[in-house]
T-cell receptor, first 114, second 113 residues
Framework: KAGVTQTPRYLIKTRGQQVTLSCSPISGHRSVSWYQQTPGQGLQFLFEYFSETQRNKGNFPGRFSGRQFSNSRSEMNVSTLELGDSALYLC?????????????FGPGTRLTVL | DQQVKQNSPSLSVQEGRISILNCDYTNSMFDYFLWYKKYPAEGPTFLISISSIKDKNEDGRFTVFLNKSAKHLSLHIVPSQPGDSAVYFCAAIVSNSGYALNFGKGTSLLVTP
């Protein structure tokens, strides 16, 4: 079974631009979560989608948004990029989205904001 | 506010010895705990988990211990192997309030031959 895939793997943007990251979950998985990893803050939860609905949201500004499609693929968007948005963005999928359901992570998208 | 803390950024252990990675948490509502391992350029990989109704869970060379009164958990790796060298993340969730993992900042384990 193919794992979680994320595209692109690397991205360079400038301040003020917007960016869209994509995540394809493991086949059959319906829950997709997004995390931001930075050296200072570690891994922080952004949001989680299940069956095209956002169920949980972390403590991030409204510039961070996401969506999920009917095939469970998910995208996250960051508008008006700031230097502090430079991070590794990780996507994770799980089969039924239960709290004890194992989350499988993709390799991440490394975003650099100049 | 970091609710899950891994106070040792790094740990070096000799091959064959025991590796002990520690994790503390502040939120008493957490009732499910996980350890993930991360190699460079890869996403975190699930390793082992434990529910708050248990105090120990074992899977091969990996054992997780939970001390609820101390709000502390630890991961034991016995025996340690060079391939175990990676960053280990502790994570916790409140199982009835959504599925948002709260991660520690990680401990970088180096197992030397």
């Amino acid at each position: 079974k193919a794992g979680v895939t994320q595209t692109p793997r690397y991205l360079i943007k400038t301040r003020g631009q917007q960016v869209t990251l994509s995540c394809s979950p493991i086949s059959g998985h319906r829950s997709v979560s997004w995390y931001q990893q930075t050296p200072g803050q570690g891994l922080q939860f952004l949001f989680e989608y299940f069956s095209e609905t956002q169920r949980n949201k972390g403590n991030f500004p409204g510039r961070f948004s996401g969506r999920q499609f009917s095939n469970s693929r998910s995208e996250m968007n960051v508008s008006t990029l700031e230097l502090g948005d430079s991070a590794l963005y990780l996507c994770a999928s799980s089969s039924w989205g239960g709290s004890t359901d194992t989350q499988y992570f993709g390799p991440g998208t490394r975003l650099t904001v100049l | 506010d970091q609710q899950v803390k891994q106070n040792s950024p790094s740990l070096s252990v000799q091959e064959g010895r025991i590796s002990i990675l520690n994790c503390d948490y502040t939120n008493s509502m957490f009732d499910y705990f996980l350890w993930y391992k991360k190699y460079p350029a890869e996403g975190p990989t699930f390793l082992i988990s434990i529910s708050s109704i248990k105090d120990k869970n074992e899977d091969g060379r990996f054992t997780v211990f939970l001390n609820k009164s101390a709000k502390h958990l630890s991961l034991h790796i016995v025996p340690s192997q060079p391939g175990d060298s990676a960053v280990y993340f502790c994570a916790a969730i409140v199982s009835n309030s959504g599925y948002a993992l709260n991660f520690g900042k990680g401990t970088s384990l180096l197992v030397t031959p």
